[in-house]
């Protein structure tokens, strides 16, 4: 008899043992399956932040050219810039919206220590291929890498309601920003007796 609860209690304890040991297994397989659930979404999610960033830094506006297209003496009506830029380092196509511009001007003698800023600002959106008039809004829609083109900045804008009015002697800055991307900024003088078609990153 006691041979036989003997008997018994091995077979209990081999019992108890197997089922704690399948559960450690499932257990295991469990936190290793979740590990590398967290390791994949670890690197999906940098992968991706890496390519975003690689897209942010590569939209980079270069300018080659800033010229004066038209020069007004009495008011900025007829204040135009030329530009001509590509995007060298793009990955992709950039929205011509998605490229903005602004024209910052000091119009004023120090009063008081405050100056009168002048603004005048925009979109890339009347940009157009070199073959174009370059102050067209139906040209193109987006901007493509490695692509040159052409704009006319108009000191008027936005809907004739600028304030950036170019003057001689005036030192001004332009700057362009690509929506989530890279911003560039030129400082230009308007020297005496500017005539259109003069350089002004000389």
């Not at 297209?69 to 950039?94: C, E, H, L, Q, W």
């Not at 024209?103 to 002048?118: K, T």
């Not at 157009?128 to 493509?144: H, K, R």
């Amino acid at each position: 008899m006691e041979a036989r609860l003997y008997q018994d209690e091995k077979a209990e304890f081999a019992l108890s043992s197997m089922v704690t040991m399948i559960m450690i297994l499932l257990f295991s397989s469990i936190v290793a399956g979740m590990t590398l659930m967290m390791i994949e979404q670890a690197f999906m999610e940098s992968r991706s932040q890496s390519i975003e960033q690689s897209e942010t830094l590569n939209s980079i506006p270069l300018v080659l050219t800033l010229e004066m297209d038209s020069y007004d003496s009495t008011g900025n009506t007829n204040d135009r810039i030329y530009i001509v830029f590509k995007f060298p380092y793009a990955s992709t196509n950039i929205l011509d919206t998605n490229v903005k511009w602004a024209l910052i001007c000091d119009n004023g003698e120090p009063a008081q220590h405050q100056h009168n800023v002048g603004l005048s600002e925009g979109d890339f959106d009347f940009a157009t291929l070199l073959t174009g008039n370059g102050l067209d809004q139906n040209a193109l829609n987006e901007f493509e890498p490695h692509t040159y083109y052409h704009m006319i900045i108009r000191g008027s804008s936005p809907n004739g309601n600028g304030e950036c009015d170019l003057e001689e002697g005036l030192e001004a800055t332009l700057v362009i920003a690509v929506e989530n991307g890279r911003t560039t900024e030129i400082d230009f003088l308007i020297h005496e007796g500017i005539e259109a078609g003069e350089d002004l990153m000389s």
